[in-house]
């Protein structure tokens, strides 16, 4: 029996058991007073379109978030984009508008830049070193290369890195490295966008990168108080300034909340309760 009050979101993606975001949700749904439900469904290879549709052919089902490896992907399966996911190729919010419309947003750009703020970790001018050219990464370029940053992107598979930084390159400063010329750089802001944390390892960059001036900021986050594998990296190799993505997290999130219920949440309050919750 469906409670009329109710709303039902959904996460698809493949793995989704390490999400936060329900824990958030919950959070988020006392805040608003709106009783809405957040489930993960993971999303096996070729099977998106199909649990997408019968998700959403549901009556109270209003939305859905995207993740791994999915963001780009869906694109194909979406009635209607926001200009800011058109820009960005990329998607990590589902709206459903009326029956059998969906609408496309990606709230990742606007909640990394939010976060970086809220950490004073986003200068004017700064070398920003990006790794990672999935989902993720399509996501927070435009509003990272809108602060006026050169942004330099780095991936494991090298062309990938070539065409993100193509895309984009009409926008602002923005370049690829080769694994032989990342050596020569400095960045004041380093980026791990990868999902390699989802797996325990850590991107292959060189060590001479970081300094212990170099500002690290990890899109993926641990529970029970642990360290990201490449935070641990990077405190290893001497960076002070290290951060997860806890307040990504929250704040992305929060811009979702916004898109589905007209209603924004608070980011701290719920940094705050997020991290006791988890025990971080
Ligand atoms: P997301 O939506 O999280 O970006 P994705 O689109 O599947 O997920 O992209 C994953 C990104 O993490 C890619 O840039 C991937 O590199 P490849 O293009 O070479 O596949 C990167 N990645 C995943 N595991 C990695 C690892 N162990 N080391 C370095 N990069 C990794």
């Given at each position: 029996?469906?409670?009329?009050?109710?709303?039902?979101?959904?996460l698809f993606g493949n793995p989704v058991s390490h999400s936060l975001s329900p824990v958030v949700h919950k959070i988020f749904s006392k805040q608003i007073n709106i009783?809405?439900?957040?489930?993960?469904?993971?999303?096996?290879?070729?099977?998106?379109?199909?649990?997408?549709?019968?998700?959403?052919?549901?009556?109270?089902?209003?939305?859905?978030?995207?993740?791994?490896?999915?963001?780009?992907?869906?694109?194909?399966?979406?009635?209607?984009?926001?200009?800011?996911?058109?820009?960005?190729?990329?998607?990590?919010?589902?709206?459903?508008?009326?029956?059998?419309?969906?609408?496309?947003?990606?709230?990742?750009?606007?909640?990394?830049?939010?976060?970086?703020?809220?950490?004073?970790?986003?200068?004017?001018?700064?070398?920003?070193?990006?790794?990672?050219?999935?989902?993720?990464?399509?996501?927070?370029?435009?509003?990272?290369?809108?602060?006026?940053?050169?942004?330099?992107?780095?991936?494991?598979?090298?062309?990938?890195?070539?065409?993100?930084?193509?895309?984009?390159?009409?926008?602002?400063?923005?370049?690829?490295?080769?694994?032989?010329?990342?050596?020569?750089?400095?960045?004041?802001?380093?980026?791990?966008?990868?999902?390699?944390?989802?797996?325990?390892?850590?991107?292959?960059?060189?060590?001479?990168?970081?300094?212990?001036?170099?500002?690290?900021?990890?899109?993926?986050?641990?529970?029970?108080?642990?360290?990201?594998?490449?935070?641990?990296?990077?405190?290893?190799?001497?960076?002070?300034?290290?951060?997860?993505?806890?307040?990504?997290?929250?704040?992305?999130?929060?811009?979702?909340?916004?898109?589905?219920?007209?209603?924004?949440?608070?980011?701290?309050?719920?940094?705050?309760?997020?991290?006791?919750?988890?025990?971080?």
């Amino acid at each position: 029996m469906v409670d009329l009050d109710n709303f039902y979101i959904s996460l698809f993606g493949n793995p989704v058991s390490h999400s936060l975001s329900p824990v958030v949700h919950k959070i988020f749904s006392k805040q608003i007073n709106i009783k809405y439900f957040y489930k993960t469904v993971l999303t096996p290879k070729n099977c998106l379109n199909i649990f997408l549709k019968k998700f959403f052919k549901e009556k109270y089902n209003l939305g859905a978030n995207i993740t791994l490896p999915y963001k780009k992907k869906i694109i194909q399966h979406i009635d209607i984009l926001t200009n800011r996911a058109k820009i960005c190729g990329s998607v990590n919010t589902l709206k459903k508008i009326e029956d059998n419309v969906l609408l496309g947003d990606n709230t990742d750009g606007i909640g990394i830049i939010a976060d970086l703020k809220r950490l004073n970790f986003l200068k004017e001018k700064n070398n920003i070193l990006l790794i990672g050219a999935g989902g993720a990464a399509y996501g927070i370029v435009p509003n990272l290369i809108s602060k006026n940053n050169n942004i330099y992107i780095y991936n494991r598979t090298f062309y990938k890195a070539k065409i993100l930084s193509e895309k984009f390159n009409k926008f602002g400063n923005i370049f690829y490295l080769k694994n032989k010329t990342i050596k020569n750089y400095n960045f004041d802001l380093i980026i791990n966008a990868t999902s390699s944390g989802v797996f325990n390892q850590v991107p292959d960059i060189p060590k001479s990168i970081i300094s212990e001036n170099s500002y690290c900021y990890d899109l993926c986050f641990k529970k029970n108080g642990r360290i990201t594998p490449f935070l641990k990296w990077c405190k290893k190799h001497g960076s002070n300034y290290l951060q997860d993505g806890i307040g990504m997290l929250v704040c992305q999130a929060a811009h979702s909340c916004f898109l589905w219920f007209k209603k924004f949440p608070n980011i701290k309050k719920t940094i705050i309760k997020l991290k006791n919750k988890i025990k971080i």
